[in-house]
């Protein structure tokens, strides 16, 4: 899980607010629900992101986003 101090840290590093969905590799401005095969980011068998603003003391888990999956990152399980 990756800790950020804002939210405006988080949306910082990763500007593009555009998802890549783990189970059918769809693009989606949605972190939370796939449009093309309707997977949840809250799928435990599938690799998502994780983080933790620590301002607002808050967990998320969403899909992976653009910038993580364009660094390389496998997100198949």
């Known amino acids: ?3 950020f ?7 910082l590093k990763f ?7 783990p189970n059918c590799l769809t693009l989606s401005d949605n972190p939370y629900i796939c449009p093309n095969c309707g997977n ?5 068998f599938l690799k998502n992101y994780k983080y933790k603003i620590e301002e607002t ?3 998320n888990q969403i ?8 660094g390389g990152t496998n997100v198949k399980s």
């Not at 500007?15 to 969905?21: A, D, G, L, N």
């Not at 949840?40 to 435990?44: D, F, P």
């Not at 899909?63 to 364009?70: L, Q, T, V, W």
């Open 1 to 3: 899980m990756e800790t």
């Open 5 to 11: 101090k804002t939210q405006r840290e988080f949306n």
């Open 15 to 21: 500007p593009s607010k555009m998802y890549v969905c």
């Open 40 to 44: 949840q980011s809250n799928n435990i």
């Open 57 to 59: 003391n808050t967990e």
């Open 63 to 70: 899909f992976i986003p653009m910038e993580i999956y364009k």
